[in-house]
């Protein structure tokens, strides 16, 4: 069984920067596409952004400019850089990995953006 384990969230200030990683337990094969979602409260949960096997990336357009995902294969990790943070970023952000297998969740981790 896969574990995806979300870090890099905490509070920050308005047009501050975090820094989100996703890593997984073990070595996945047949990976097709990593993705951030995000949940704030009361609203539902978004897509951040995704990168697919061949590196192509896709953000919601309230992120764009301000968020860059990434991933290091070698180390099992996706990341999502976000600079320039904003109030409204304010959710929980979880990760995904969509393979010809399974999907995977990882259990999501908070980020706080204080005005």
């Known amino acids: 069984q896969v574990q995806l384990v979300e870090s890099g969230g905490g509070l920050v200030q308005a047009g501050g920067s975090l820094r989100l990683s996703c890593a997984a337990s073990r070595i996945v094969f047949g990976i097709l596409s990593m993705g951030w979602y995000r949940q704030a409260p009361g609203k539902q949960r978004e897509l951040v952004a995704t990168?697919?096997?061949?590196?192509?990336?896709n953000y919601a357009d309230s992120v764009k400019g301000r968020f860059t995902i990434s991933r290091d294969n070698a180390k099992n990790t996706v990341y999502l850089q976000m600079n320039s943070l904003k109030p409204e970023d304010t959710a929980v952000y979880s990760c995904?990995?969509?393979?010809?297998?399974?999907?995977?969740w990882g259990q999501g981790t908070q980020v706080t953006v204080s005005s």
């Open positions: 990168i697919t096997r061949g590196g192509s990336t």
């Open positions: 995904t990995w969509v393979t010809t297998g399974s999907n995977y």
